[in-house]
T-cell receptor
Framework: NAGVTQTPKFRVLKTGQSMTLLCAQD?????MYWYRQDPGMGLRLIHY???????AKGEVPDGYNVSRLKKQNFLLGLESAAPSQTSVYFC?????????????FGQGTRLTVV | DQQVKQNSPSLSVQEGRISILNCDYT??????FLWYKKYPAEGPTFLIS?????DKNEDGRFTVFLNKSAKHLSLHIVPSQPGDSAVYFC?????????????FGQGTRLTINP
């Protein structure tokens, strides 16, 4: 039972390069989220999706784009990477949007922009 | 503006003793709280939650207490075990724009010493 899988696990980018982070879930969840975690800060929501074909901005969306073409996949794109985007990125999914819903997280992607 | 704060970056406890992790929040509109546990190189996993209509929720060795008047919650682990060594995040949960929104604290790194 894979749960939420993120690809890649590690990546080093040069400033200005682009990349896409892939999140895949096999739990048939409607809701998917991208977070970033920085030292001394909690996880912050970048973008989220309430279903296939939908996306919406979270708390820190600038510099990122997302797509949810298939229900099981949620892609996070960086068009022109900046050092400020060095972070650990976590994808999460949940079956419901009610406040007591448990979110399931991927193992994270550590991105370094030099 | 950090709406959810965990003021202790780290905590060290002897095996068998009680671990108490604290969390404060500023927004009185928050009415549901969750605790997540995170091991190195893994994503956070759900641990325990509490609704604002309760002041205590217990699950085995884990108990969460909520003091609404003080806007404070705490996670008690009794007895502490080496496998409890991890980073613990508290999160406030709400629903906005059709999705669950989690606001995370900075995390507390718990180390259980044998």
């Amino acid at each position: 039972n894979a749960g939420v899988t993120q690809t890649p696990k590690f990546r080093v980018l040069k400033t200005g390069q682009s990349m896409t982070l892939l999140c895949a879930q096999d739990m048939n969840h409607e809701y998917m989220y991208w977070y970033r975690q920085d030292p001394g800060m909690g996880l912050r929501l970048i973008h989220y999706s309430v279903g296939e074909g939908t996306t919406a901005k979270g708390e820190v969306p600038d510099g990122y784009n997302v797509s949810r073409l298939k229900k099981q996949n949620f892609l996070l794109g960086l068009e022109s990477a900046a050092p400020s985007q060095t972070s650990v990125y976590f994808c999460a999914s949940s079956y419901s949007n009610v406040r007591d819903t448990e979110a399931f997280f991927g193992q994270g992607t550590r991105l370094t922009v030099v | 503006d950090q709406q959810v704060k965990q003021n202790s970056p780290s905590l060290s406890v002897q095996e068998g003793r009680i671990s108490i992790l604290n969390c404060d929040y500023t927004n009185s509109m928050f009415d549901y709280f969750l605790w997540y546990k995170k091991y190195p190189a893994e994503g956070p996993t759900f641990l325990i939650s509490i609704s604002s209509i309760k002041d205590k929720n217990e699950d085995g060795r884990f108990t969460v207490f909520l003091n609404k008047s003080a806007k404070h919650l705490s996670l008690h682990i009794v007895p502490s075990q080496p496998g409890d060594s991890a980073v613990y995040f508290c999160a406030a949960s709400g629903v906005r724009q059709g999705a669950q929104k989690l606001v995370f604290g900075q995390g507390t790194r718990l180390t259980i010493n044998p």
